[in-house]
């Protein structure tokens, strides 16, 4: 009896010491997210490369730039007459300061004119690659290359479906 009496006090030493309290720190922290301001994109103006001519033994490209200007290359001329030519014009909205990436279209675009067709291709934009929402805006305009056939039929040639450009913030 003693020794289980012993052993009892033994045992009983032993769970006290091991639940000694023991030095603590705690810490907190907060936590906190910022829900900013969606991205968006609106279109403001379609593209529109204007009046073209094409000679009927060599084709060409207009490559009507961001800022609206237009070039030929080949058999292509642009007459006196430069009808309406406008780069595409969109207007970018978000957070004041953030940075978005743009994508455009990398596949030709047809356009079409009853059974006739072009390609509008090599599309590029002001600003490239990158814009910054300077104020929570920017204005982002996008020109493109049109690939013209030799004898190329006379027409008004339309695309049947929008391209698209997309941003998103970096």
Do not use: H, W
Not at 4 to 21: K, Q
Not at 45 to 63: L, P, Q, W
Not at 99 to 111: A, E, K, Q, S
């Amino acid at each position: 009896m003693k020794r289980t009496r012993l052993l009892f006090v033994a045992s009983f030493a032993l769970v006290c010491a091991a639940t000694t309290a023991r030095a603590q720190e705690t810490a907190s922290a907060t936590v906190t997210a910022t829900i900013v301001t969606p991205i968006s994109i609106t279109k403001d103006v379609d593209m529109n490369f204007g009046n073209v001519a094409v000679r009927s033994s060599a084709g060409g490209t207009v490559v009507l730039t961001p800022a609206g200007t237009r070039t030929t290359t080949g058999g292509v001329t642009l007459p006196t007459t430069a009808g309406t030519v406008t780069a595409a014009s969109f207007t970018v909205n978000g957070t004041s300061g953030y940075t978005y990436v743009i994508t455009l279209p990398t596949t030709p675009l047809t356009i079409t004119s009853g059974a006739n067709t072009m390609t509008v291709t090599a599309f590029t934009s002001d600003p490239s690659g990158t814009g910054t929402l300077t104020g929570g805006t920017q204005v982002l305009n996008v020109g493109a290359t049109l690939n013209v056939s030799a004898a190329q039929p006379a027409g008004q040639y339309v695309s049947g479906t929008p391209f698209n450009v997309t941003v998103n913030y970096n």
